[in-house]
C-alpha cells in the first residue's frame, strides 16, 4: 500500500507537465490522500500484489533498455 501511495502521489505531482508515465488511481474516490487511495484501490481487488524480488528485476529491465536505447 505505501508503495502505491508514492506511485500515486508522484502522479498527481506530475499532472499538467506533459506526458505521464505513472498509472493513474484505479478506483473513483473522494479520498485526497494517497495513502487511503490506495487502500481503496487494495480493496476493490484493483491492485495486484507483485513479490519484491519480481519488482526489483522488472526494474532493472527496464532500466537496461533505457540505458540501451
Known sequence: AARR????????NQL???LG?????QVSSTSRKPLSISFE??????????PL???EELE??????LLDA
Not at 532493472?60 to 533498455?65: S, Y
Request: hydrophobic fraction near 40%.
Open 41 to 50: 484501490e487494495i480493496a476493490a481487488d484493483k491492485i495486484l500484489s507483485v
Open 60 to 65: 532493472a529491465e527496464l532500466d537496461e533498455e
Open 21 to 25: 508515465t505513472m498509472v493513474p488511481p
Open 53 to 55: 524480488s519480481v519488482y
Open 5 to 12: 501511495a508514492r506511485e500515486i502521489n508522484s502522479y498527481f
Open 16 to 18: 499538467g507537465e506533459g
